[in-house]
Nanobody, 114 residues
Framework: QVQLVESGGGLVQTGGSLRLSCVAS????????MGWYRQAPGKQRELVAR???????VYKDSVKGRFTISRDNAENTVYLQMNSLKPEDTAVYYC????????WGQGTQVTVSS
């Protein structure tokens, strides 16, 4: 099992920045993929970004050029740097890890005010 704990969410104005962190309870060297989903009220959960163990990344189109995902296996942590935030980025952001099974964090709220 892997337990994931997110931090770094909060309230920020349009154009501001936040950095989300997700710490895993065990070594992430063997975790194939880690990433971030988000869910806004009344909407389905959607992929924001993911990163493989080899460093390959995928981003949701609307966050390309604004968000950057990275992982530090030595610290068992995956990060999401979010710049130029927009009100439509407001959501609960969930960290996940995938090898043979998916594990999820409890979520962290990101609110972008206009």
């Amino acid at each position: 099992q892997v337990q994931l704990v997110e931090s770094g969410g909060g309230l920020v104005q349009t154009g501001g920045s936040l950095r989300l962190s997700c710490v895993a309870s065990r070594s992430t060297f063997s975790i194939t993929t880690m990433g971030w989903y988000r869910q806004a009220p009344g909407k389905q959960r959607e992929l924001v970004a993911r990163i493989t163990n080899s460093g390959s990344t995928v981003y949701k189109d609307s966050v390309k050029g604004r968000f950057t995902i990275s992982r530090d296996n030595a610290e068992n942590t995956v990060y999401l740097q979010m710049n130029s935030l927009k009100p439509e980025d407001t959501a609960v952001y969930y960290c996940y890890s995938r090898t043979f099974t998916d594990y999820w964090g409890q979520g962290t709220q990101v609110t972008v005010s206009s």
